[in-house]
């Protein structure tokens, strides 16, 4: 199973880029990393996902090191709207996703 | 836009009551997800079904029961509701065809059993 490691909270300024860390040391050499995050209240939503290769859509950016032991969410331009709890998951053997407690982030202005 | 929708986003019930809690998906999604949400417990599987009239239980069954007798439809039942399933109900679904792809999911019931 792809037990995934996130700090409990982060700061980011208003405007700057976020940049929140996963590790992801026992994922398999098949497994994607997914990232959501939950809006205080509302239902989690999908942001990105990644194998191998970086990744980026509308959303952000997934940045997965070479060893896929780890990998970084990028928010290019936070701002209040982003602060939510972001989550980095992988999937069990039953190919289910295993939720962690991810990682809060709040935007200041 | 594609949505998955849950019944009520506020419900309170009383012990012993019978508690159906509705989701229905418009994507034409072959899986459907249960989950609740507690604090410093995170997202917990309490059932999936991977098509009409499947179900598979989950992390945390007990207590709960799902019908699925249309695609789009997916219900979550506590047959007899107690103050320990006060809790946030997220309901998701996903496409089969499309598995390594992210899960929808509906804004949450917040249901308190008093």
Redesign the interface.
């Known amino acids: 199973d792809a037990k995934t490691t996130q700090p409990p909270s982060m700061d980011c300024a208003e405007g700057r880029a976020a940049n929140l860390p996963c590790n992801h040391s026992t994922i398999s050499g098949n497994e994607y990393v997914y990232w959501y995050r939950q809006i205080h209240s509302q239902g989690p939503q999908y942001i990105i996902h990644g194998l191998k290769n970086n990744e980026t859509n509308e959303m952000a950016s997934l940045i997965i090191t070479e060893d896929r032991k780890s990998s970084t969410l990028i928010l290019p331009h936070a701002t209040l709207r982003d602060t939510a709890v972001y989550y980095c998951i992988g999937r069990d053997s039953n190919y289910q996703l295993i939720w962690g407690a991810g990682t809060k982030l709040i935007i200041k202005p | 836009d594609v949505k998955?929708t849950q019944s009520s986003r506020y419900l309170v019930k009383r012990t012993g009551e019978k508690v159906f809690l509705e989701c229905v998906q418009d994507m034409d999604h072959e899986n459907m997800f249960w989950y609740r949400q507690d604090p410093?417990l995170?997202?917990?599987?309490i059932y999936?079904s991977y098509d009409v009239k499947m179900k598979e239980k989950?992390d945390i069954p007990e207590g709960y029961s799902v019908s699925r007798e249309k695609k789009e439809r997916f219900s979550l039942i506590l047959e007899s509701a107690s103050t320990n399933q006060t809790s946030m109900y997220?309901?998701?679904s996903s496409d089969t065809m499309d598995?390594?792809?992210?899960?929808?999911?509906?804004?949450?019931t917040?249901l308190t059993v008093v």
Not at chain 2, 42 to 45: E, K, S, T, V
Not at chain 2, 99 to 108: A, H, L, V
């Open positions: 998955v410093g995170g997202l917990r599987l999936f989950g997220l309901c998701a598995r390594d792809n992210g899960y929808t999911f509906g804004s949450g917040r």
